[in-house]
């Protein structure tokens, strides 16, 4: 029994329940669809009858939540997420597999590419828009229902299937799952972030945290051990789930504490620190070992690991210099780069500031630095950019916190010189920004070279980009850069030159948003564990991050749906001056404001049987965590067990029956 759930754990059980007939048949086999032969075979021959037991798989729409657990694990690609409400024509109808029972079969109707096929997520005309946008590919629906429930510990346990961090995203995402929430399509996305807030810290003030159980085939962990050099949010989600797969994982970190821009690039009055350090502690716990204060490339090299028995490495060291804007006076005392200042800023406790801050820059990194600029000290803080209000990269809430807290936003104007006096900076000289792009789209700021402005400042802080320092890391090593320095690699794999090389986040995408790197971070340990494992193909059945968002503009969405509660608004600790203090003043939900904001998802996404393609193993039933997919007997005969003899006298009647089957649906088709 240890050995079939085990099995079970991992997806791997094709179970034949034929157990409810004369002969009373009960067989189970430990297999996948890469190994199991009679998988294999009927998947090849788009036969998935020929491997059927006597079951098929159905959902209750009702209950269903597109977590998408089942379509993950089905071994014949028979479930598929696709969508609960209606359309403006009815009812979604969905293509089913043909069978070769009622069509002439020949080469034409195989598919050899059944490996990949059966992978695919959605059906076409897509599914809860929640899941396809995070870049993680979340459960968003499945979540949603289980806080609904109270049963938050499943819900944390089904973010951590994706999302290893879901307190840190509860304070720093930005929320694509919300911006393409069906229901703001009709009066607000659903608070989606807040309730996965919520949902992390009930943990994080538990004294037994969730610890990951390991889950592999063997039963017991790998001994291949694995380098990951970068302790930001690609590197930590790649150790998290090599480690939950088995494997001795060890994490370098060049600076004193694991997190990278998490713990050194993100202000604590968005992201407290004992939240990073929480949920870091988890991988202790699962066993990862971090190495701190460890540069590789400097303090030990690649090919020194290679000869310690490592045999992959993962390359997350992220973005963590700065850009400078190439303008004369840039290298004077008080001018610093943004990411530089939020390095110091995260640093030391006593970093202050006087005077009057201009910062340079007009995205979610240049508002995080003049925030903190404000709580550093300076008497005054504005912001300059290239871009006018409705194009800066910023977000529009964090761009609205900056104004409610007095910080003044200029825009369309671009630094020309900074000046200094007696060694200190004195003012910026800024001039006009009439354009950002040229006409094809690309970055080419144009000015007007006679409208000039100059200010006068103390601090100057230049936050206009990062850039990658590789240092001493690549020496002696096959991996490409690209532009920008960014490693090249597969886009699927990130796989690099070096073939024990992955790379992924900010190293491989250049600087984007700490989900990204989460995403990515989770299919760099996919494609490690395949590759210490000989033989194994990277790319087979790897397109499981392709979904389709359903159609909002053509749902039928009955008014009873939408009803009730407004969108729910996260209060502020009161009494406090949020300018004075480093600390986040946000407060989570309460729990009254989770079932609040739970009832006003629309639960728009549903898995899809094809009951052509199901085979009836059951394997679905066992991920479902709903009571929503179940079996049900369809094919009674198949519980008969008939000695070999005889067989020949049930074939011949059947294969008659199944030829005028054919010619009366060649018939209707003319």
């Known amino acids: 029994m240890e050995i079939l759930k085990r099995a079970e754990d991992n997806g791997l059980v094709h179970q034949i329940t034929n157990i409810d007939g004369e002969d009373k048949i009960f067989a189970i086999c430990n297999c996948c669809v890469c190994s199991c032969?009679?998988?294999?075979?009927?998947?090849?021959?788009?036969?998935?009858?020929?491997?059927?037991?006597?079951?098929?798989?159905?959902?209750?729409?009702?209950?269903?939540?597109?977590?998408?657990?089942?379509?993950?694990?089905?071994?014949?690609?028979?479930?598929?997420?696709?969508?609960?409400?209606?359309?403006?024509?009815?009812?979604?109808?969905?293509?089913?597999?043909?069978?070769?029972?009622?069509?002439?079969?020949?080469p034409e109707k195989w598919n050899e590419n059944y490996r990949d096929d059966n992978q695919i997520n959605c059906y076409d005309t897509g599914t809860a828009p929640c899941k396809t946008k995070c870049p993680a590919h979340i459960?968003?629906?499945?979540?949603?229902?289980?806080?609904?429930?109270?049963?938050y510990q499943d819900a944390l346990k089904l973010i951590k299937k994706d999302n290893p961090f879901p307190a840190v995203c509860g304070s720093i995402c930005n929320r694509r799952c919300e911006e393409a929430c069906t229901r703001g399509t009709i009066d607000q996305a659903v608070a989606i972030d807040e309730v996965k807030k919520f949902i992390a810290m009930q943990e994080l003030i538990k004294e037994n945290r969730y610890i990951p159980p390991m889950v592999n085939q063997i039963g017991?962990?790998?001994?291949?051990?694995?380098?990951?050099?970068?302790?930001g949010p690609a590197g930590l989600t790649c150790a998290f789930f090599l480690a939950?797969?088995?494997?001795p994982v060890t994490v370098f970190e060049k600076n004193e504490k694991p997190g990278g821009m998490l713990s050194y690039g993100i202000p604590t009055f968005r992201l407290e620190k004992d939240v990073v350090e929480a949920e870091i502690d988890v991988l202790r716990q699962m066993g990862v070992e971090f190495q701190c204060g460890v540069e590789v490339g400097r303090d030990i090299?690649?090919?020194?690991?290679?000869?310690?028995?490592?045999?992959?490495?993962?390359?997350?060291?992220?973005?963590?210099?700065?850009?400078?804007?190439?303008?004369?006076?840039?290298?004077?005392?008080?001018?610093?780069?943004?990411?530089?200042?939020?390095?110091?800023?995260?640093?030391?406790?006593?970093?202050?500031?006087?005077?009057?801050?201009?910062?340079?820059?007009?995205?979610?990194?240049?508002?995080?630095?003049?925030?903190?600029?404000?709580?550093?000290?300076?008497s005054s803080v504005s912001m300059y950019c290239l871009e006018d209000r409705l194009m800066m990269?910023?977000?529009?809430?964090?761009?609205?916190?900056?104004?409610?807290?007095?910080?003044?936003?200029?825009?369309?104007?671009?630094?020309?010189?900074?000046?200094?006096?007696?060694?200190?900076?004195?003012?910026?000289?800024?001039?006009?920004?009439?354009?950002?792009?040229?006409?094809?789209?690309c970055f080419q700021p144009q000015y007007d070279e006679n409208e000039r402005m100059t200010l006068e400042c103390e601090t100057v802080i230049v936050s206009i980009g990062q850039s990658i320092i590789w240092g001493d890391l690549l020496d002696g090593s096959k991996v490409q850069l690209a532009r920008g320095d960014r490693a090249e690699a597969d886009s699927l794999?990130?796989?690099?030159?070096?073939?024990?090389?992955?790379?992924?986040?900010?190293?491989?995408?250049?600087?984007?948003?700490?989900?990204?790197?989460?995403?990515?971070?989770?299919?760099?340990?996919i494609s490690i564990h395949r590759f210490v494992h000989d033989g194994q193909s990277l790319t087979i059945g790897r397109n499981r991050r392709e979904f389709i968002?359903?159609?909002?503009?053509?749902?039928?969405?009955?008014?009873?749906?939408?009803?009730?509660?407004?969108?729910?608004?996260?209060?502020?600790?009161?009494?406090?001056?949020?300018?004075?203090?480093?600390?986040?003043?946000?407060?989570?939900?309460t729990e009254e404001q989770v079932k609040a904001e739970t009832a006003r998802c629309l639960s728009c996404g549903a898995s899809v049987v094809d009951p052509n393609r199901c085979i009836g193993c059951g394997v679905c039933t066992t991920k479902c965590e709903f009571d929503a997919i179940s079996l049900f007997r369809e094919l009674p005969e198949a519980s008969r067990m008939v000695k070999s003899e005889d067989k020949m006298k049930m074939v011949l009647p059947y294969a008659l029956k199944r030829q005028i089957k054919i010619i009366r649906n060649k018939n209707r088709s003319v």
């Open 301 to 378: 090299t690649l090919d020194e690991l290679r000869r310690n028995d490592f045999k992959a490495f993962y390359l997350a060291i992220g973005c963590q210099g700065g850009r400078k804007a190439g303008i004369s006076g840039e290298e004077a005392p008080g001018v610093h780069t943004g990411v530089e200042f939020l390095h110091m800023v995260n640093s030391k406790d006593d970093i202050h500031l006087q005077g009057r801050t201009v910062v340079i820059g007009g995205g979610n990194v240049a508002v995080d630095v003049a925030r903190s600029a404000i709580r550093a000290g300076s």
């Open 220 to 231: 017991k962990p790998y001994t291949e051990k694995v380098a990951v050099i970068g302790a």
């Open 493 to 525: 794999t990130y796989q690099t030159e070096q073939p024990d090389v992955f790379v992924g986040g900010d190293v491989f995408t250049g600087p984007r948003f700490a989900i990204d790197a989460i995403a990515a971070g989770k299919e760099g340990a």
């Open 393 to 441: 990269p910023a977000a529009k809430e964090e761009v609205d916190e900056a104004l409610e807290e007095g910080i003044e936003i200029h825009n369309s104007w671009g630094p020309c010189e900074i000046q200094s006096e007696d060694g200190l900076v004195k003012r910026v000289i800024f001039k006009k920004c009439i354009s950002v792009t040229n006409s094809e789209g």
């Open 139 to 151: 459960g968003v629906q499945g979540y949603l229902k289980m806080a609904s429930q109270g049963r």
């Open 37 to 106: 032969y009679a998988l294999r075979t009927s998947q090849l021959f788009n036969t998935p009858n020929m491997s059927r037991s006597a079951y098929i798989a159905k959902v209750e729409t009702d209950k269903c939540v597109a977590c998408g657990q089942c379509v993950e694990y089905c071994p014949s690609g028979a479930v598929k997420l696709g969508q609960k409400l209606c359309t403006k024509e009815g009812p979604v109808a969905y293509k089913k597999q043909e069978l070769p029972d009622t069509v002439k079969w020949g």
């Open 244 to 247: 939950q797969k088995g494997y």
């Open 549 to 589: 968002e359903l159609h909002k503009e053509n749902l039928v969405i009955p008014n009873e749906m939408v009803s009730g509660f407004d969108r729910q608004e996260a209060d502020r600790v009161t009494g406090i001056d949020p300018t004075t203090t480093f600390h986040d003043v946000r407060l989570p939900f």
